[in-house]
């Protein structure tokens, strides 16, 4: 099976959907590490707590370069073939991105090409979407730019604040992401 790192920023809810996927019998993926460059990630305690190798450590007073080095050691000395973005909130350098290409997928909480960026959800509520939703996508050097691999659209209701768009896009990230992960690594 294929080995997974994913990265995290923060809650991790996807991350916990991602390795509950990789425990369904068949499963094409294992989740050999979770990386966050936020050492109080609610995700990363979770993952520990699930005897998974966690790597935490914070950018701040690194040349990024020189922390993306220590991400990538961490991956590769656990094995790690594939990356999976969930809530990383950090761009990826052009470098390391050459380094992983076509080995990296993001999810992201917008029906692209629409919304690329932050603030996904008001802005699509602002707009007047009748829909929104959520895409996996191949990370490349261009922001939320990569080949779409699989996307989930919700309505999006009167009455709706961003929030609770959010919660009707999360629970379908929850489907999304394993589901597409483990088809993209099937490949
Ligand atoms: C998810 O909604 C994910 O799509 C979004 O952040 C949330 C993370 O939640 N990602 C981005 O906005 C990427 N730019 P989680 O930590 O519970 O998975």
Known sequence: THKLGILISGRGSNMQALVEGSRVPGSPYSVALVASDKPEAAGLAWAAGQGIATFARSPKGLAKADYESQIDAALRSHGVEAIAL????????????????????????????????????????????????????????????GAVLGQSKVPILPGDTADTLAQRVLAEEHKLYPRIVAQWLSR
């Open 86 to 145: 969930a809530g990383y909130m950090r761009l990826l350098s052009d470098a390391f991105v050459a380094r992983w290409r076509g080995h990296i997928v993001n999810i992201h909480p917008s029906l692209l090409p629409n919304y690329k960026g932050l603030d996904t959800h008001a802005r699509a509520i602002e707009a007047g979407d009748s829909h929104g939703g959520c895409s996996v996508h191949i990370v490349t050097e261009e922001l939320d730019g």
